[in-house]
């Protein structure tokens, strides 16, 4: 028998999602912020709703129906006004427009497997690690490298080989990192941005869904709405009886921008370069 959350299409998700991400927005300003004057007891945190409709200059009705998630028709120009009003930067903006049906309507698919040319590439960058991730965080591809950091990844179970997975459980990967808390931050947030074409597809509801099973960690995370681009940065990893490996990894992109890609990692110094080396058998 169906229930009521069967009934929910996509546009109902996307909408449901942009109401919370609004509310947590507007709960994150302070009145001061925007040039208000801080009056009066204020039961909740952040900018009353009609606050936020009064900088925005729509109507305070229209407003708190965006915020409720009704099915109402929502413009470019208006998006752009609440953006401003949040004071959203460009990532978070992004999201809005995406969440609001305002992008692409056929936003691009993740081809699921890894062709054997990008997995030759793969593998010729060995010893550094590179591995290869879907939107979805899933790993398809990686190289003898980079099993050093996240453990052997053939004997995991194929969904539980996820990025998001592997960083909130009890995993070598989440061990191995020296600065979890960050790594955990920066991946729900990059994770927020990337779901927003696909909030209404089961895979990645079901990802989520695990993981708040799995980890209160995650729900903490996942409850602040926070969304990230996807950057290139610094991490580094301590692993047994090898001690500190440094690296700086890029994200080098195999199809549009939020699709997939390929992660390598290049050694920051020289003992993180001998270090690995060493662990290759060619030091």
């Not at 903006?93 to 890894?114: I, K, M, N, Q, Y």
């Not at 591809?141 to 969904?159: C, F, H, K, Q, S």
């Not at 869904?209 to 990230?228: M, N, Q, T």
């Amino acid at each position: 028998m169906a229930t009521s959350t069967d009934l929910h299409t996509p546009a109902d998700e996307r909408r449901r999602e942009l109401a919370t991400f609004l509310r947590s927005r507007r709960e994150r300003i302070s009145p001061e912020q925007v040039g208000l004057p801080a009056v009066g007891r204020r039961r909740t945190p952040g900018l009353r709703r009609e606050e936020v409709a009064g900088l925005a200059a729509v109507g305070v009705t229209w407003y708190t129906w965006l915020e409720q998630g009704r099915d109402i028709q929502v413009s470019a120009q208006v998006l752009d006004s609440v953006a401003r009003a949040l004071l959203l930067d460009r990532t978070e903006r992004s999201h809005l427009f995406t969440l609001a049906g305002s992008e692409d309507p056929a936003p691009v698919r993740d081809c699921p497997t890894v062709n054997s040319a990008i997995g030759a590439l793969v593998d010729q960058l060995d010893p550094f690690p590179a591995v290869v991730i879907s939107s979805r965080f899933d790993i398809l591809a990686y190289n003898r490298a980079y099993t050093w950091l996240a453990g052997d990844l053939d004997v995991i179970p194929e969904e539980d080989r996820n990025i998001m997975w592997m960083v909130f459980t009890d995993t070598p990967f989440a061990r191995n990192l020296a600065d979890l808390a960050a790594a955990r931050a920066g991946v729900v947030a990059r994770f927020r941005t990337s779901m927003g074409d696909h909030a209404a597809e089961p895979a990645w509801k079901a990802l989520v869904g695990r993981l708040r099973k799995a980890s209160p960690d995650f729900e903490e995370a996942w409850e602040r709405h926070e969304v990230s681009g996807m950057v290139n940065g610094f991490k580094q990893f301590v692993l047994p009886d090898v001690g500190l490996l440094r690296f700086e990894y890029t994200n080098l992109w195999l199809g549009p921008r939020s699709s997939t890609r390929l992660v390598g990692y290049v050694p920051q110094d020289q003992d993180t370069r001998d270090r690995l080396h060493r662990l290759a058998g060619t030091g």
